[in-house]
């Protein structure tokens, strides 16, 4: 006769959902979650731990208070597309008690998680990285979806008691709203911009204050076999920027691209820091440096015993506004090479959803049309 535990490894508890997992439930990884071809694995070759590239160049970690930070800045965004925060003045204690309710809504039963399920026309809620489409294989994770006001589906979560988990991810989220619009000042400041450069920037003391967010919560569980396991594939954000808090479990890794750009490359783990918050340019800051910083491609692993959090704060431009390369990237008149076409962003999330890995290719300016211009402010 089969034991529980072996009873629970040949019949994974499928909840009501086709592709949801209790993931608590499991001992051994089902086929529907084992990856083949994951040779690079950090766990397998070698690599956990916060391994600097091939050339020993460690991903940066930039206090926002140095004098050189716009240097350092530049440096990061062109070479990496990643670097590592300190001195953002969000206090430890908000970043703590953010990651207590994260924890508190991951560790609910199963069944009550499915009550604020995604659906299919939305994007808030509980649910698969919607990338998942694009893989046969699922991934070792969970997500919930915040956009806007959490209440609605935190309301389904805890119907009595819903008020502190809202209190804390509105105040966590006014606080990346605020360190996201320093951040595209000081970058587009590395840049040579300033923050009027930009068409949505309005005067006065919070000057991007138009700008959208989505709050993406991800939960990776311990995984009984993480060397064939995924959490999150590889993907770049399709935002101007995100911002990534990560509980002290490593997990997070970007792909470093080989030296001279003829293909190839390497993972390489961004460890956690105490106190850092993650920052990764994204699909539209590429296009807005019209090619210049890279669109950094990232995935999360997992692992064996722990259970890793992260929540990325992914910032893009109001939804009227339309981003295009920098006119003053393009050559002394603006009359040089958008690399890019312009888009706003829900058009861009549109192409995204379709296309991919494809989409930033799929936005490219004919070469022909290119050599025309028409680049402009975003
Ligand atoms: C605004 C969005 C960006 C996002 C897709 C979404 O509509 C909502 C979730 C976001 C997220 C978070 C996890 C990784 C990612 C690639 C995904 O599958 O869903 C991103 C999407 C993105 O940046 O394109
Ligand atoms: O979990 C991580 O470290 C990565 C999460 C991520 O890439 C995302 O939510 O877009
Ligand atoms: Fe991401």
Redesign the pocket.
């Known amino acids: 006769m089969a034991t529980l535990s072996e009873a629970f490894t040949a019949h994974p508890v499928r909840l009501h959902h086709p592709h949801l997992l209790d993931f608590s439930s499991l001992r051994e990884l089902p086929d529907s979650h084992a990856w083949p071809e994951l040779r690079d694995h950090p766990c397998s070759a070698g690599g956990c731990g916060g391994d600097p590239d091939a050339h020993g160049d460690p991903i940066p970690v930039i206090d926002l208070h140095d004098p050189d930070v716009l240097p350092s800045l530049a440096r990061a965004c062109e070479t990496w597309g990643v670097f590592q925060i300190t001195g953002h003045g969000v206090p430890a204690g908000i970043l703590d008690r953010f990651e207590s309710q994260c924890h508190r809504l991951f560790s609910l039963p199963a069944e009550r998680k499915l009550r604020a399920l995604r659906q299919p026309d939305g994007?808030s809620g509980y649910g698969l990285?919607?990338?998942?489409s694009f893989f046969s294989k699922l991934m070792w994770s969970e997500?919930f979806?915040i956009?806007g006001s959490p209440a609605e589906h935190a309301r389904k979560l805890w119907p009595l008691d819903h008020e502190q988990f809202c209190e804390v991810v509105e105040e966590y989220n006014r606080e990346m709203k605020q360190l996201a619009g320093r951040l595209m000042t000081l970058m587009l400041a590395s840049l040579g911009f300033c923050a009027d450069d930009v068409s949505w920037h309005r005067p006065g003391g919070d000057g991007f204050r138009e700008a959208s967010s989505?709050l993406?919560l991800?939960s990776y569980p311990a995984c009984p076999d993480p060397d064939r396991a995924m959490g999150?594939a590889a993907?770049?954000?399709?935002?101007l920027l995100?911002i990534l808090y990560q509980n002290r479990t490593s997990g997070l890794q970007v792909m470093r691209p080989a030296r001279g750009g003829g293909g190839g490359g390497r993972w390489v783990t961004v460890p956690p820091v105490r106190g850092a918050l993650v920052v990764n340019v994204?699909?539209l800051f590429q296009v807005m440096s019209n090619g210049r910083w890279p669109s950094v491609v990232h995935r999360a692993v997992v692992n064996r015993t722990q259970h890793r959090l992260s929540a990325?704060y992914?910032y893009?431009p109001p939804s009227h506004a339309e981003v295009a390369p920098m006119r003053g990237l393009l050559g002394p008149g603006g009359e040089g090479t958008p690399l890019y076409r312009r888009v706003t962003?829900p058009e861009y999330?549109g192409i995204?959803?379709k296309h991919f890995d494809k989409a930033l290719a799929s936005i490219k300016v004919a070469a022909s049309a290119a050599a025309g211009g028409g680049g402009s402010q975003p």
């Open positions: 994007i990285a919607r990338i998942s997500g979806t956009v989505v993406q991800n999150l993907h770049t954000d399709s935002s995100t994204g699909d990325a992914i893009g962003w999330l995204k959803a």
